[in-house]
């Protein structure tokens, strides 16, 4: 059996994003984005599942074999906390996926983050929604914009996630987490009694499904500022995904609903850094009169050229200039970012 604690240490001291426990292969780690063979035994069944069984609890170990899933946090003491994920592969075989969560919460200076950011917190209310695939740094971003609220304002921030990531020490702010599974049944419920107990700021770990994000735009709409995640890789497609949540009956509906409460969309991918590293490309839509009235008549086509106008007025930037700007700054090769873009032809192009 692996020791996991141990183990969840090494990953820490490699500075390892990610652990993965695969039948039939070495423990991986994840490093900068690549993926790398420990030093190890290869893996049967049941070494993984002894050593994944021995940090759950028996009504953990209920719900992994009903629900063949088990998402959870795992807290290492003096080494931090791991977002874990349990599921099968290979008709019935044992896998497991570990996440480090990041001990100290990053500022959005620490992170680089583009200034608009700081404009964007300082919002009274309405959605605001960062999205990206798996690994792109989506919960890192939040953090540090919860971050910053919690350094300068007095706000009661209800987080819903599955499982709590980040754990924010109370500053200015004060945080209620909410872990679905553990203190709530789901986010539908979740957000159904979230106006009642008072917050000033939502964040929806993930927006999954058509009762999440109808209760997301609802709460937006109502006076709260609310923080969400989506899966889609640009600003158009992230309206797109919401949209197409609904049914055709409700679309103008939700089209409408969506053009006043949305404020802006972050669609976030992390790039390997020449040297090393990664770096985040950032597009940025911001929520104005003329996208506003895009999404209302169902031209959510001409978004991206309505984001590429005034820019310096705005804010808003394509992922393909934060892109170009990378390549000509020397940070990352023109290879990875043909290889990342949304507007191939565009780039290739430009650069």
Known sequence: MLEMNPLLTFMKAENASDLHLIPGRKPLLRIHGLLKDLEFDILNQTIIKNSCYSIISDAQKAILEEDRELDFAYAVESVGRFRANYYYVEEGKLAAAFRLIPENVPSLDDL???????????????????????????????????????????????????????????????????????????????????????????????????????????????????????????????????????????????????????????????IPKKGGGRIAIHEIMINNLAIANLIRENKNHQIYSQMQLNQQGTGMRTQTQSLVEAVRGGLITREQALRYSTQYNELVNLI
């Open 112 to 270: 680089k983050a583009p200034a608009i950011f700081k404009e964007f917190i300082k919002k009274e209310k309405g959605l605001i929604l960062v999205t990206g695939p798996t690994g792109s740094g989506k919960s890192t971003t939040l953090a540090a914009m919860l971050n910053e609220i919690n350094e300068t304002e007095g706000k009661h921030i209800l987080t819903i996630e599955h499982p709590v990531e980040f754990m924010h020490k109370n500053k200015k702010s004060v945080f209620s987490y909410r872990n679905v599974g553990v203190d709530t049944r789901d986010f539908k419920t979740a957000l159904k009694y979230a106006l009642r107990q008072d917050p000033d700021i939502i964040l929806i770990g993930e927006m999954r499904d058509r009762e999440t994000i109808s209760a997301a735009i609802t709460a937006a709409e109502t006076g709260h500022l609310v923080f969400g995640t989506l899966h889609t890789n640009s600003a158009m497609q992230t309206i797109n995904r919401i949209v197409d949540s609904f049914s055709g009956g409700e679309q103008d509906q939700i089209r409408n609903m969506l053009s006043f409460s949305l404020q802006a969309v972050v669609a976030q991918s992390l």
